[in-house]
């Protein structure tokens, strides 16, 4: 099955700095990856998703980029601000056997310094 | 708010009971998942329905079961619970858009405590 690795844990910038988290996946299958954001204690909220046939993604602060050949993806927030302060989990969607269900990374915890 | 419901969004019972969460997906969702988070864990999948019928199975232990109705709704039994069980469990839906991965909607979760 797929497995998808996250790193880091945790990341910590000054406001107004840019963030990256970074995520390889294993199955050359996967052809669908979202980020969610996880608020403490609350459900985890899609904030943008790539699909195969697209190497870049934006979305105002947000952008994902994905490298297949390399089977990596990568989430970039600029102009960080204190409410994006929150854990992000990428995910892969495996196709395999035709199920569909997403497999995540085990999450970053993105602390926004004022 | 998701549009996908799920039911008690806490409980808490004892070792060696069973439960029974609820989750109602999506208006016109076909598939139904269902996740774990513990405290120091991300999100582990557990298993999926697609239209009544199981379509993967996931890190989901023999002392768990689920089914999806045909009305669609699903329900996750967690039996002779132990304090590990102790979770985070989110239901979660999407709907059919081809090969090229369906977008996924979570629900509020349900919290269980087992003491």
């Known amino acids: 099955g797929e497995n998808v690795e996250q790193h880091p844990s945790t990341l910590s910038v000054q406001e107004g700095d840019s963030a990256v988290i970074k995520c390889t996946y294993s199955d050359s299958a996967s052809n669908y990856f979202p980020w969610y954001k996880q608020e403490l204690g609350k459900r985890p909220q899609l904030i943008i998703d790539?699909?195969?046939?697209?190497g870049e993604k934006k979305d105002q602060r947000i952008a994902v980029t994905l490298n297949k050949t390399a089977k990596h993806f990568s989430l970039h927030i600029t102009e960080t601000q204190p409410e994006d302060s929150a854990v992000y989990f990428c995910?892969?969607?495996?196709?395999?056997?035709?199920?569909?269900?997403?497999?995540f990374g085990k999450g970053t915890h993105l602390i926004i310094q004022p | 708010d998701s549009g996908v419901t799920q039911t008690p969004k806490h409980l808490i019972t004892a070792t060696g009971q069973r439960v029974t969460l609820r989750c109602s997906p999506r208006?016109?969702?076909?598939?139904v998942y269902w996740y774990q988070q513990s405290l120091d864990q991300g999100l582990q999948f557990l298993i999926q329905?697609?239209?009544?019928?199981?379509?993967a199975k996931g890190n989901i232990l023999e002392r768990f079961s689920a089914q999806q109705f045909p009305d669609l709704h699903s329900e996750l039994n967690l039996s002779s619970l132990e304090l590990g069980d102790s979770a985070l469990y989110f239901c979660?839906?999407?709907?059919?858009?081809?090969?090229?991965?369906?977008?996924?909607?979570f629900g509020e979760g349900s919290w269980l405590t087992v003491v």
């Open positions: 329905y697609y239209n009544g019928e199981e379509r």
């Open positions: 790539i699909r195969s046939n697209v």
């Open positions: 208006s016109g969702d076909l598939s």
């Open positions: 979660a839906s999407s709907s059919p858009r081809g090969s090229s991965g369906n977008t996924i909607y």
């Open positions: 995910a892969a969607s495996y196709s395999g056997g035709g199920a569909d269900g997403l497999t």
